[in-house]
């Protein structure tokens, strides 16, 4: 088993800020990719976004940098941008990578990058396919969900705390990234992939069926609260004032759930009366709310200790409510008994929990979750290794304000 990452030797170069692509160089640092991200100098717009550490510094920067090397470059310069270029286009074949979500032109250009590297492969996120401005709390205005989240009373749109066309489309470039890579060494082609958040989302948006339920039904999805479409779930009060949710999708999960709660007896005479039969997940959707009011009767009269045992017992599929301060303190899958999770010393924020990568793969061991860098603490190191400057000529690129 080896302890190297399985991109060990990959070397890309990141230009980046906020979500997306952030995330996406963060995974391929994590499987040991060498990752270089450039920033001007001083941070970029997302170098002191909430939350901060009492420091001062990001907690968000430090979270999503994970692995990665950082320099300082004024890329407002001329010179500045040529050594952006230059490293760009620096010699290996498992280098030659770019993954950003700034502006693709002028400098950017895939055309002018190109000209350091001929077989250069970058991959480029926009917010809207045709380069206009998006991110992606505007992106998701119009996916529909704001309007099918929510109370059935509800008449205003609810927006939701998770960037999920960002994490999407991070992860999204990282698999075109690598999928451009391997064609390349097949064809010794480079090419530049473009993705945007809007087309991100609206992938996702059909692929999950909504698309062609719009255009099928010609209706549109009502809001539901907490209820489960299609199925059985919802989130329930114990006696001990914690909430929890329980689904039955499948029959086995239905059957487990009426004998953890002992409501056979309940359940066989309310399809009696209806003339139904609740092993119809679809039955189960249309009078959920005569069992809802079975199994909340159950619960209340429970602490969730209790119910959590029973539910164990008959192979249910359920989860307590938590808090952000209730995963950390008492979720041990959010602790170090996960390998995927160590403590880390991080510049600037100090000891925190930190993850690696969730996959595992049986050749590689897991590795050491790294920190994120110091803002411009390899500059000088990868100015030298991958271009070769001497230390004369970086102290003069320091001196005259070219890096830092």
Known sequence: MSAAGILAGMRVVEGSAFVAAPSGGMHLALLGAEVIRFDPIGGGIDYKRWPIAPSGSSIYWASLNKGKKSIQVDVRSDEGRDLIRALVGAPGQDAGL????????????????????????????????????????????????????????DVLPTNHVLPAWDVICGQQAALGLLAAERHRRQTGEGQQVAISLADTALSTVANLGHVAEAEVLGEQRARLGNDLYGAFGRDFATADGERFIVVAISAKQWRGLVQATGLAAQVEAIEQRLGVDFRDEGA???????????????????????????????????????????????????SVQNPMFQRVDQVGVGSILSAGSPLRFDAFERPDVPPAPALGEHTDQVLNEVLGLSETQIADLHDRGVVA
């Open 284 to 334: 189960r959707f249309d009078h959920r709310q005569l069992l809802f009011d079975e199994v909340q009767q159950w619960a209340i009269s429970r602490q969730l200790s209790q119910i959590g045992e029973a539910l164990d017992a008959h192979g249910c599929c359920w989860g307590q409510y938590r808090d952000f301060l209730g995963l950390v303190n008492d979720d041990e899958r959010c």
């Open 98 to 153: 770019m993954l950003t979500n700034f502006p693709a032109r002028g400098w950017l250009s895939y055309d002018h990058l190109r000209s350091a590297r001929d077989d250069l492969i970058m991959v480029a996120i926009s917010g809207n396919p045709d380069g206009s401005t998006a991110v992606d709390y505007t992106v998701n205005a119009a996916m529909g969900y704001p309007l099918a989240t929510g109370r059935p009373d």
